[in-house]
T-cell receptor
Framework: AQTVTQSQPEMSVQEAETVTLSCTYDTSESDYYLFWYKQPPSRQMILVIRQEAYKQQNATENRFSVNFQKAAKSFSLKISDSQLGDAAMYFCAYRRTRSQNFVFGPGTRLSVLP | AAGVIQSPRHLIKEKRETATLKCYPIPRHDTVYWYQQGPGQDPQFLISFYEKMQSDKGSIPDRFSAQQFSDYHSELNMSSLELGDSALYFC???????????FGPGTRLTVT
C-alpha cells in the first residue's frame, strides 16, 4: 500500500520569508500524481499545486513551487514571500492513477508570524 | 464556477441513530469520492463511485453505505452511529480521466 509521510508536524515562518515543507512517499508504481492541499481554519480543502510523476520539470504556481525528486520519492513544497493567509494545515497527497482516491500524509501545520 | 455542494453542513446525532449525508458534484463530473477526517487527522478515503457504480472502497465501516444516483449526486448513509464517527466528511468529485479532485466544504458530524 502507498504511504505518505510528512515529518514536520508544525512549521513557522516569518512573513515575507521562504519556507519548505517536506513530504516523502512510498510506492512501487512508476506513474502517479502528487498534490499539495491547504486546509485553512475553515476546513475547506484547497488545491495548492500538483505534479505528474512522468514530468521531470518541477511544478510552479505563483509563490508555490515543488522540488520533485522521483528517485528519492520526495515531494517538498516551497512557499516564497510567505503571507499571513498562507497559515494553514498543509497535506501532501498521492494518487496512483487518474481515477483513484487520494492517500494523504498526516499534515504540517504552518504558522506565519507577522 | 460551480463547486461541489454538500448538505447538511453540520449535523448532530445521538449514538445509535442514523445519518444521511448528501453530495452534489460539479456539473458533468461523473466520479464521486467520500473521505472522513477525524479531529487532528488527515482525510481517510471511504468509498468512490464512477458512473453510478462503486469504483473503489477504502476504510468504510460496514455500518456505512453509499450510492450514486442517476443525476450523479451521492449519499452516504451511516447507521448505528458511534461517538468515534464524529468527524468532518468530505465529498470530492472529478471527471474521469482528469486527475484533479475538487473537494466540497465538508459536513461536520457530531455524535453525542
Amino acid at each position: 500500500a502507498q504511504t505518505v509521510t510528512q515529518s514536520q508536524p508544525e512549521m513557522s515562518v516569518q512573513e515575507a520569508e521562504t519556507v519548505t515543507l517536506s513530504c516523502t512517499y512510498d510506492t512501487s508504481e512508476s506513474d502517479y500524481y502528487l498534490f499539495w492541499y491547504k486546509q485553512p481554519p475553515s476546513r475547506q480543502m484547497i488545491l495548492v499545486i500538483r505534479q505528474e510523476a512522468y514530468k521531470q520539470q518541477n511544478a510552479t504556481e505563483n509563490r508555490f513551487s515543488v522540488n520533485f525528486q522521483k528517485a528519492a520519492k520526495s515531494f517538498s513544497l516551497k512557499i516564497s514571500d510567505s503571507q499571513l493567509g498562507d497559515a494553514a494545515m498543509y497535506f501532501c497527497a498521492y494518487r496512483r492513477t487518474r481515477s483513484q482516491n487520494f492517500v494523504f500524509g498526516p499534515g504540517t501545520r504552518l504558522s506565519v508570524l507577522p | 464556477a460551480a463547486g461541489v455542494i454538500q448538505s447538511p453542513r453540520h449535523l448532530i446525532k445521538e449514538k445509535r441513530e442514523t445519518a444521511t449525508l448528501k453530495c452534489y458534484p460539479i456539473p458533468r463530473h461523473d466520479t464521486v469520492y467520500w473521505y472522513q477526517q477525524g479531529p487532528g487527522q488527515d482525510p481517510q478515503f471511504l468509498i468512490s463511485f464512477y458512473e453510478k457504480m462503486q469504483s473503489d472502497k477504502g476504510s468504510i465501516p460496514d455500518r456505512f453505505s453509499a450510492q450514486q444516483f442517476s443525476d450523479y449526486h451521492s449519499e452516504l448513509n451511516m447507521s448505528s452511529l458511534e461517538l468515534g464517527d464524529s468527524a468532518l466528511y468530505f465529498c470530492a468529485s472529478s471527471l474521469d480521466g482528469d486527475y484533479e479532485q475538487y473537494f466540497g466544504p465538508g459536513t461536520r458530524l457530531t455524535v453525542t
